[in-house]
C-alpha cells in the first residue's frame, strides 16, 4: 500500500522532488490541490506536468479516512466515526454555532492519562494517530460541508493527549494553518487542550501561535490526584509556574477547562480558591458541567451551583463561561468518546 503524501512536510515532499530532478516550487502547487481543491488523485493536477503527476502516482496515495458511521444530534452536532487503516477507531465532533462550525478532532486512538471523569481514558491508550489521520480529520470535514468557509474553528479536544503526541500534533497544526499549502486555518482559531504535560508547554509556545487550553478540574492536588492521575507526576505548584513561563502572543489568553462535578469540586471554596489560584495568569475559564456516561462514579451539579460557581468567578473578574456541550444525546460530548463501538 502506497504511503499518504499528507504524511510529508512541504519541505520534506520539497527533497523528495529535488532527488527527482523535479523543481521545488511543484511541491506548493501539489500541496495545494490537495488541501485547497481537495484533490483525491494526482492525475487531476493540471498545471503540474504529466510526468510529474504519474511519478507521483507510482510512489503515493491521497487518503481520506474510511468514515465508519454518522450520527446526528437533535442540536445539530454530528459526530464521526473514522476506522483507520489498521482497523482502530477514532471520532470526531463537528459543532454548529451561531455563525460558523467548530471541529474538535482527536489526536490519539484512546487515552493514557485515566481522568475520571472521561470515558475516552476507559478503554486505555492503544496508539498515535499519525500527522495525515489528524490532518484527515479536518480535511475530510471540511469537504462534506456545503460551505467550507464556515468551518472556521479547531479544538484539538477530542480522543488522546496532543502532547503525548507532540510531533505529529505540531506537524498537523503547521499544516492546517498554512495558508501558502496547506488549510489556511488561523492560529488564533485552533486550540490545542492538554492534561499538562509541563515538559511540552514551552515547547509548544515556541513553536506554534495557536491557543492553549488547560484542563484543570481542580484547585488542590488531592482532588486534582484524585480526578487526574498525571497530577501525581506534574502538581499544581509545577503547573502554575509552567502556566506563568508560557509564551503567550500579544493579548492572548490561556484558557482553563474546568469540568464541574457535584460534590467533588463544585463547592464555594473550590470557586475562590480557583480565583485565587490563576490570579497570577492572563486567564479565562471554560466551566463544563460534567456529562454522564455510563458506569461513571460521577453526577452532574444542580445549576444553582453551577450558577454560583460563575458568579464567585466573574466578581473576582474573570471570564468564566458556563459550556454546555453539545451533542449528548449521541454521546458527543465532553469526555464522552469512546474507543469502543458496536459497529456490527
Request: one cysteine or more; hydrophobic letters at 35%.
Amino acid at each position: 500500500m502506497l504511503p499518504d503524501i499528507k504524511e510529508l512536510t512541504k519541505d520534506q515532499l520539497i527533497l523528495w522532488l529535488e532527488d527527482r530532478n523535479i523543481k521545488p516550487y511543484r511541491a506548493k502547487q501539489i500541496l495545494s490541490w490537495i488541501y485547497m481543491r481537495q484533490a483525491d488523485t494526482f492525475e487531476v493536477m493540471s498545471d503540474v506536468g504529466k510526468d510529474t503527476r504519474k511519478c507521483l502516482a507510482r510512489h503515493f496515495s491521497i487518503k481520506r479516512l474510511e468514515k465508519e458511521r454518522t450520527e446526528t444530534s437533535q442540536d445539530g452536532s454530528k459526530k464521526f466515526l473514522y476506522k483507520l487503516i489498521d482497523g482502530k477507531y477514532v471520532e470526531s465532533v463537528l459543532i454548529p454555532e451561531k455563525n460558523h462550525y467548530t471541529l474538535c478532532i482527536s489526536s490519539q486512538v484512546g487515552c493514557a492519562q485515566g481522568c475520571r471523569f472521561c470515558l475516552t481514558g476507559r478503554g486505555g491508550w492503544v496508539r498515535n494517530l499519525t500527522k495525515g489521520e489528524i490532518i484527515a480529520q479536518v480535511r475530510d470535514v471540511a469537504n462534506e460541508l456545503d460551505n467550507s468557509k464556515r468551518l472556521t474553528n479547531i479544538v484539538m479536544m477530542g480522543m488522546g493527549e496532543p502532547l503525548a503526541n507532540y510531533s505529529n500534533v505540531v506537524g498537523a497544526v503547521a499544516t492546517i494553518t498554512d495558508s501558502d499549502a496547506g488549510l489556511g486555518f488561523s492560529s488564533r482559531r485552533l486550540t490545542v487542550s492538554t492534561s499538562g504535560i509541563i515538559p511540552k508547554l514551552s515547547q509548544l509556545g515556541r513553536e506554534t501561535t495557536v491557543n492553549l487550553a488547560i484542563s484543570l478540574n481542580a484547585t488542590d492536588n488531592k482532588t486534582r490526584d484524585m480526578l487526574m492521575p498525571i497530577n501525581r507526576r506534574y502538581p499544581l505548584e509545577r503547573l502554575l509556574d509552567a502556566w506563568a513561563r508560557y509564551p503567550l502572543m500579544p493579548r492572548r489568553k490561556i484558557t482553563f477547562e474546568y469540568i464541574i462535578i457535584k460534590g467533588a469540586n463544585d463547592s464555594e471554596e473550590d470557586a475562590k480558591r480557583l480565583a485565587r489560584l490563576l490570579k497570577p495568569i492572563p486567564a479565562k475559564i471554560n466551566l463544563i458541567p460534567f456529562n454522564t456516561f455510563e458506569g461513571s462514579d460521577f453526577e452532574r451539579p444542580e445549576e444553582h451551583v453551577i450558577l454560583t460557581f460563575r458568579e464567585i468567578l466573574n466578581k473576582n473578574n474573570y471570564t468564566a463561561v458556563i459550556r454546555h456541550s453539545k451533542g449528548q444525546d449521541i454521546s458527543a460530548a465532553c469526555g464522552q468518546l469512546s474507543t469502543k463501538y458496536d459497529v456490527t
